[in-house]
């Protein structure tokens, strides 16, 4: 265990950033941006030695911190970190520092509480990755809704109170259903830490009304279709810095909560009922990946291109099931989804953050009001080609990677499965490089086009950074791989085991 | 062969697109040409060490891994070099047309204001286009796959404002991702079957394969190996343009004319053919997958080569002319003539790649105007042009003794030699064909160069040969489409240069029975030729041509008007474009349509989540009523509820 609290200042830091810039006021807006980005890039750096440190070897919670909270219901304040959650904090700290860059002149109207927003955000994030308590994870799952709901109720679109509304009651259904679980599985082992969950023996019965508790709460964050409506809505009427952060994190707490709960707790369950993910990951990625094809606003296009490249992460992980049956090899299934969530985490970043340049140069974000835009944005057409390349699932980026171990591993366990979902290949390059054709190919296609300035050192900046970050997955996993690797052993060990 | 050196010839050409893409606008116009023509020139000079390293046998083989990309469970993937004599061959073909693309495009792109930028793109192509064939590894393989079709969709694209360019360069990669789709299925079998990706370890599983099955549809068993083999030539339909996936050829035309020569005819597009011969171990083990390779050539042989008859512009034609010789490739490939293959794939490289830049030649003097029915004439203006793309020709069209001659001779000779199902029908198209390339070669030769000039006063009067940055390269091409068929017939298809890369059933090996019964030196070969039926055929299709186009144009006007459905049939391209436009393209997008409007907006939004926020709204609505504020109500309530439960106790 670590001599200093390092989970608890991941945690801690940015909240009480956050107080320290709501409290100067509304009329210094520069000290309160500053203050912000230190906060910000201080988060990541402390998440620095979380990845340095991390030891490899080993599948037990790492930087471990146990405090009694509330003894009574033995709920304690306890965090630790494997090999499945540091990859997503470290994205979580990085991600948060390209958004309060990227909102930095955006960002006019009551700046101190939008960055304290954000910094509450980040840390209630951080909470989710590293709770090992349950009730500590269901405490920081419920307070990441307030500040998002703030973002987008606040500083969004014309359509705000609706998405806003259709957001909260969603998600929040969803995890209503996980605390009754939460609360059913305390009263059957007297303990609210996740480990001690997973190891209690549960009926079928049981593991099944549980199961589809948490899938509730899970497949309406990730999300997943037929639960996935408010995700376009959301996106549309949300600031650029909150699609960011939604689409490049949020979403993933999702994915992490299948990892971290349903698999672990409801082996038997999930194992019943992986088919039934498994279809619908497959009607997200064929079905949305068709409407994403004619959606005739950048941000719903993206939006959708996300729950389908979403559907790559819930695929991978149930299809892990299907190949413990066959006796195959499931650690690729497993890591695909990690890799694919990271990745997502990435390019999805890059494409909103790009969609926000042009909106706040132009102001609308319906792609047939653009065109030509290269003719006078050329290292941003530079960027956006790009970035919808990777998208697009381009081999050395890496949109590639956890595409490609999936469907490798959807074929081991079905021809079906894995042609259902290589048909991203197709409709993946559609979708993308028809919306590149339409905004950023042609002649300039009108005056506000036409006048349009390129993008700024500190846009380029943000987008480079990403960029590269994409090449580097794309041409080397192995590190991300390397750091997962036990975890995800030690989690297919798990749910081999049956619990019946 | 070092690790060194490879890494030099492979990453050479990426630094240079890198400093010339990065940094073009400061090292300027010469600046970048230097620094990508210097880089790809040591990929080529080190390639071709190489590739004579391995003719004298100073070299081996070289297989090893770079570095590792992931290791997932039991499996490792790797990059890494695997070079042999095929590898070679293709290094050395692909960095030397590179080379002579990149001077002579010093000359075409002169006064384009994306100089730099396209130097960038053609060296980083060459760097996609190494990694691919010097791959160790299906990962690494597709890896160069997909990013050679990256390179082509920026280059077809290149002038980003033009309508038609943009279209094509999205036509072009959605297609190929059709192919790629058949492909990334294949890998993933391969992966479901050998438990890993690297070429050797997969070819040594082999034998133990034979009788292998897999089941995709309930009770239905299909051979294992033929659905990998079949799945993996899907990829290379896409990549070398075979039917029905050349759509995209034709049309990327709109790129300038050095990417035409260099991806669009000479490398990318091979890259389909070289893979298929890579994986000659694969293919051997399954007839029925070589039957369908076969009859794909050659229904894209045969029926494409017609409709380079009706094209007027003259890339159209080349393209046309390219799917058709991709064609014959593939019907080699069919017949497991891997070798010959090969071969054809180099010869046309040279050839190809001369034809297209001596048509970028015309363009040029002709200010980009590429209809010939505007030209005409033109040899007294460009004599050089003129000569060489005379060369590139005759050895298109096979004359004896030029390279093509030798290449595609011992395509039909193989595919007449082979046994395989279907392959009678093989012959004949590719019989046929030679036919019908003489005709459009030539009246693409006629059209162009002899005959009246029909241009407009303005162009004539500025009509003059291309610099000698233009010249050069063609002149350096034609060398080795006249020699390079008989220099080097003899050790590639039956020598033991290929023996070792390409793997062949004995019962299977038509080359080598023709190498036992028909062939005695590249000398006679050559002779035999003129005595042969293809050679006739040739000559009859000059003959036509030269009656038609050089004498009587109006038997052309004639033969449009008497044989007017075959001729729409022919310029309609046979509907495959309004097809894929209307059905496919236009069928997805009604789907994404329907779906988004009825499912996604009506059912699922609509109905079930407004509808129960609706419903909530209702009930809470009734359910109001209640809450009056009045004592009387409530105390009403309790006094029928206080009844109904005494009521129901006492009962």
Avoid at chain 1, 41 to 63: C, E, G, R, Y
Avoid at chain 2, 259 to 273: E, Q
Wanted: aromatic letters at 14%.
């Amino acid at each position: 265990m670590n001599s200093w609290s390092l989970l608890s200042l991941l945690i801690w830091l940015p909240i009480i950033a956050a107080f320290a810039i709501l409290a100067l006021g509304p009329n210094r807006a520069g000290l309160a941006r500053l203050l912000a980005m230190l906060t910000a890039v201080l988060t990541l750096l402390l998440s620095i030695p979380l990845w340095q440190n991390f030891d490899t070897t080993t599948a037990a919670m790492q930087f471990v911190e146990k405090v009694a909270w509330i003894p009574s219901l033995n709920i304690n304040y306890h965090l630790g970190v494997d090999g499945i959650a540091m990859p997503l904090i470290v994205l979580t700290t990085f991600i948060t520092v390209l958004t309060v860059l990227s909102a930095w002149k955006v960002i006019t109207k009551n700046v101190h509480q939008f960055m304290a927003a954000f910094l509450m955000l980040e840390a209630f994030m951080i909470g989710v990755f590293c709770a090992q308590d349950a009730m500590l994870f269901y405490i920081f799952f419920e307070a990441m809704l307030i500040p998002m709901f703030l973002i987008i109720g606040i500083w969004g679109g014309p359509n705000r109170v609706y998405a806003t509304i259709k957001f909260f009651i969603y998600t929040f259904f969803g995890s209503v259903f996980m605390l009754i679980a939460l609360i059913y599985l305390y009263m059957k082992g007297g303990s609210f830490a996740i480990a001690d969950m997973a190891e209690l023996t549960l009926s079928l019965k049981e593991q099944t009304w549980i199961f589809f508790a948490f899938f509730l709460a899970f497949a309406v964050k990730i999300p997943m279709f037929p639960v996935h409506t408010w995700l376009p809505d959301a996106h549309v009427e949300a600031p650029t810095a909150g699609s960011v952060i939604l689409a490049a994190i949020m979403l993933k707490i999702g994915g992490y909560g299948f990892l971290r709960f349903s698999l672990p707790i409801t082996p038997d369950a999930s194992s019943d009922l992986a088919g039934i993910v498994i279809a619908l990951s497959l009607i997200a990625i064929v079905y949305i990946g068709l409407i994403a094809m004619v959606q005739k606003d950048m941000k719903k296009l993206i939006a959708y291109s996300s729950i389908s490249h979403m559907g790559f992460v819930t695929l991978g992980i149930f299809i892990a099931f299907a190949l413990i049956g066959k006796s195959a090899d499931t650690n690729m299934a497993l890591e695909g989804a990690m890799v694919q969530m990271v990745s997502h985490g990435f390019i999805s970043a890059a494409l909103f953050l790009c969609v926000g340049v042009l909106y706040d140069r132009m102001h609308t974000r319906k792609i047939s009001s653009y065109g030509g835009v290269i003719n006078t944005m050329p290292i941003f057409g530079a960027f956006f080609v790009f970035f919808a390349m990777s998208n697009a699932g381009l081999p050395g980026t890496s949109g590639f990677v956890g595409e490609f171990m999936i469907i490798l591993s959807s074929f081991q366990a079905s021809f079906w499965f894995a042609f259902l979902a290589a048909l991203t290949l197709i409709f993946g390059a559609a979708y993308s490089l028809w919306m590149v054709k339409r905004v950023v190919f042609g002649e300039v296609k009108s005056e506000s086009v036409a006048q349009l300035t390129d993008i700024t050192k500190r846009e380029s900046f943000i987008l480079a950074v990403l960029a590269l970050a994409v090449l580097g997955l794309g041409l080397y996993p192995e590190p991300l791989i390397d750091v997962m690797r036990v975890s995800v052993e030690h989690l297919i060990q798990q749910i081999s085991v049956t619990k019946v | 062969m070092s690790m060194n050196t490879l890494l030099i010839i492979a990453l050479s050409p990426l630094a240079g697109a890198i400093i010339a893409g990065f940094f073009g606008r400061k090292i300027g116009r010469i600046g970048s040409h230097i620094v990508t023509i210097a880089s790809v020139a040591v990929s080529c000079v080190l390639s071709i060490q190489v590739l004579m390293g391995l003719i004298d046998g100073e070299l081996q083989a070289f297989n090893e891994n770079v570095y590792t990309w992931m290791v997932t469970g039991n499996v490792t993937f790797n990059v890494g070099f695997m070079i042999d004599s095929l590898t070679a061959l293709m290094m050395s073909v692909v960095t030397f047309v590179s080379l002579m693309v990149h001077i002579y495009t010093i000359g075409y792109m002169h006064d384009d204001p994306g100089y730099q930028r396209f130097f960038s793109y053609i060296s980083l192509f060459t760097f996609a286009m190494l990694m691919l064939v010097m791959s160790n590894n299906f990962l690494q393989l597709f890896f160069g796959w997909e990013a050679v079709g990256l390179v082509s969709y920026l280059l077809i694209g290149f002038w980003f404002k033009k309508e038609s360019a943009i279209f094509a360069n999205m036509k072009a990669f959605l297609v190929n991702r059709v192919g790629d789709f058949g492909f990334l299925i294949g890998i993933a079998a391969v992966m479901m079957s050998f438990g890993t990706l690297d070429y050797v370890e997969v070819f040594n599983q082999l034998p133990d394969f034979t009788d292998k099955t897999i089941s995709i549809f309930p009770g239905v068993e299909w051979s294992l190996m033929t659905f990998i083999a079949i799945s993996l030539f899907i990829g290379a339909m896409g990549k070398s343009a075979q039917a029905p996936l050349h759509v995209w050829l034709p049309d990327s035309m709109e790129g300038p004319t050095p990417i035409s020569a260099l991806i669009h005819a000479a490398t990318m597009v091979t890259a389909g053919i070289f893979m298929v011969a890579r994986m000659s171990p694969i293919f051997e083990m399954s007839d029925t997958a070589l039957s369908f390779v076969m009859l794909i050539g050659a229904f894209t042989a045969f029926f494409m080569g017609l409709v380079g008859i009706v094209q007027n512009d003259i890339k159209r034609v080349i393209a046309y002319s390219t799917l058709s010789q991709l064609g014959y490739m593939t019907v080699a490939l069919g017949v497991s003539a891997y070798s010959a293959a090969i071969f054809h794939l180099m010869t046309h490289a040279f050839f190809k790649a001369l034809l297209f830049l001596g048509a970028g030649s015309v363009i040029i003097a002709m200010h980009h105007k590429q209809d010939m029915s505007e030209m005409g004439g033109l040899k007294k203006y460009m004599p050089m042009t003129f000569i060489t793309m005379w060369i590139g020709t005759l050895a298109l069209t096979g004359m004896p003794g030029f390279s093509g001659f030798f290449s595609k001779d011992i395509i039909i000779e193989a595919t007449h030699a082979s046994t395989r199902w279907g392959s009678g029908v093989a012959y004949i198209a590719v019989l046929l064909g030679v036919f019908i390339t003489a005709l459009y070669s030539f009246r693409l030769i006629y059209l162009t160069f002899h005959g009246k000039e029909r241009m407009d006063n303005h162009t004539k009067e500025h009509l003059k040969e291309s610099p000698w940055v233009v010249t050069l390269p063609l002149v350096l091409l034609a060398i080795p489409s006249v020699v390079i068929g008989w220099m080097t017939i003899e050790p590639l298809l039956f020598g033991d240069f290929l023996k070792e890369a390409i793997h062949v059933n004995p019962a299977n090996d038509v080359v080598a029975h023709i190498g036992e019964y028909e062939f005695h030196g590249a000398g006679s070969f050559a002779l035999h030729g003129l005595t042969q039926l293809p050679f006739f055929l040739a000559l009859a299709g000059f003959a036509l041509a030269t009656w038609v186009y050089l004498k009587k144009i109006s038997v052309a006007e004639n033969a449009k008007k008497t044989f007017k459905p075959i001729y729409n049939l022919l310029v309609n391209k046979y509907g495959f474009d309004s097809f894929n436009q209307k059905y496919i393209a236009g069928g997805l997008i009604k789907l994404g349509n329907f779906l988004w409007k009825w499912s996604d907006s009506k059912l699922i939004d609509g109905f079930v989540v407004n509808g129960s926020a609706k419903l909530v709204n209702k009930v809470s609505q009734a359910f109001r009523g209640f809450q009056s504020g009045y004592i009387y109500h409530y105390a009403l309530v309790m006094v029928v509820a206080v009844i109904f439960f005494v009521g129901t106790y006492v009962l």
